[in-house]
Nanobody, 116 residues
Framework: QVQLVESGGGLVQPGGSLRLSCAAS????????MGWYRQAPGKQRELVAT???????NAADSVKGRFTISRDNTNTVSYLQMNSLKPEDTAVYYC??????????WGQGTQVTVSS
């Protein structure tokens, strides 16, 4: 199948920036859409942004203009550039890959904490 490994989380002050990476391995040719979701304590997991194989992007209203999703030219690494971070962006961020065969794969998650 496909495996996902996230990296890049950490502690940042409000207004700061972080870049998350998600590296895919395995049957990567099956990956259609890659995305990022997040889950804050006591809240449901929510969509942050997605990017399709042909580069079409979608983002939640709460992050538009601040976060940018991208993929490398091999379509095996997804990036989430997060600027102007706010305390409410604090959450565990999960990488997601939707496969052509209708299966969704999740990474293990990486903690992002925005605090002074």
């Amino acid at each position: 199948q496909v495996q996902l490994v996230e990296s890049g989380g950490g502690l940042v002050q409000p207004g700061g920036s972080l870049r998350l990476s998600c590296a895919a391995s395995g049957n990567i040719f099956l990956i259609n859409t890659m995305g990022w979701y997040r889950q804050a304590p006591g809240k449901q997991r929510e969509l942050v942004a997605t990017i399709t194989r042909d580069g079409r992007t979608n983002a939640a209203d709460s992050v538009k203009g601040r976060f940018t999703i991208s993929r490398d030219n091999t379509n095996t690494v997804s990036y989430l550039q997060m600027n102007s971070l706010k305390p409410e962006d604090t959450a565990v961020y999960y990488c997601n890959a939707r496969l052509d065969i209708g299966i969704a794969i999740w990474g293990q998650g990486t903690q992002v904490t925005v605090s002074s």
